[in-house]
């Protein structure tokens, strides 16, 4: 299976701070990757995909960059409804594993 | 789009259950669907796919030959058949739909909980 890294693991920050979470998997896997966010007691809402393609009624201020192996997921301004946990996930190779989960509290 | 996971519920080890997913608002025959599971606390973990039409499925290394996909596209669900079931399958078991293939899932359910346990 792929493995997939998330760093870091937990991420205290404020209400307009630059946030970056970064994944890496243990082998390439081209632009085959997914962003996803996670509030407490709801499903996970896809965010980005394709390494780099803002969903739908995503706020543009999360953006997702990489290829291969490693993968930025970068919020410019955290807004209050921003504070989840995210996960990345590799969809190259089934099973499309993700990684262990960035939680970003308030500061 | 909906998508409404049932039949989780309390089992012992090695019991057996079957979850269903019924999806409205899309073309249901035309998208891959995905079980995930999410043990309490944890993280996410891929647990089987099924392709659009039936033909292809995939599992990860930990259910295979105990868990079973399969979809019937004329009733718009897909079900999860969970034979075997070991404690450490306990999780809150979502649905999810291919945004398109290779592009991450776009629509989850909510979830129907299965808990293992003596």
């Known amino acids: 299976d792929i493995q997939v890294t998330q760093s870091p693991s937990f991420l205290s920050a404020s209400v307009g701070d630059r946030v970056t979470i970064t994944c890496r998997a243990s082998q390439g896997v081209s632009s085959f990757f997914a962003w996803y966010q996670q509030k407490p007691d709801i499903a996970p809402k896809l965010l980005i995909s394709g390494a780099s393609i803002l969903q739908s009624g995503v706020p543009s201020r999360f953006s997702g960059s990489g290829s291969g192996t490693e993968f930025t997921l970068t919020i410019t301004s955290l807004q209050p409804e921003d504070f989840a946990t995210y996960y990345c996930?590799?969809?190259?190779?089934?099973?499309?594993?993700f990684g262990p989960g960035t939680k970003v509290d308030i500061k | 789009v909906q998508l409404v996971e049932s039949g989780g519920g309390v089992v012992q080890p090695g019991g057996s259950l079957r979850l269903s997913c019924t999806a409205s608002g899309f073309t249901f025959n035309s998208f891959g669907m995905h079980w995930v599971r999410q043990a309490p606390g944890k993280g996410l973990e891929s647990v089987s796919f099924i392709s659009y039409d039936g033909r292809n499925e995939k599992y990860v290394d930990s259910v295979k030959g105990r868990f079973t996909i399969s979809r019937d596209n004329y009733k718009n669900t897909m079900y999860l058949q969970m034979n075997s079931l070991k404690p450490e399958d306990t999780a809150l078991y979502y649905c999810a739909k291919d945004a398109d293939a290779g592009a991450g899932w776009d629509n989850w359910g909510r979830g129907t909980l299965v808990t293992v346990s003596s």
């Open positions: 996930q590799q969809l190259h190779t089934y099973p499309f594993t």
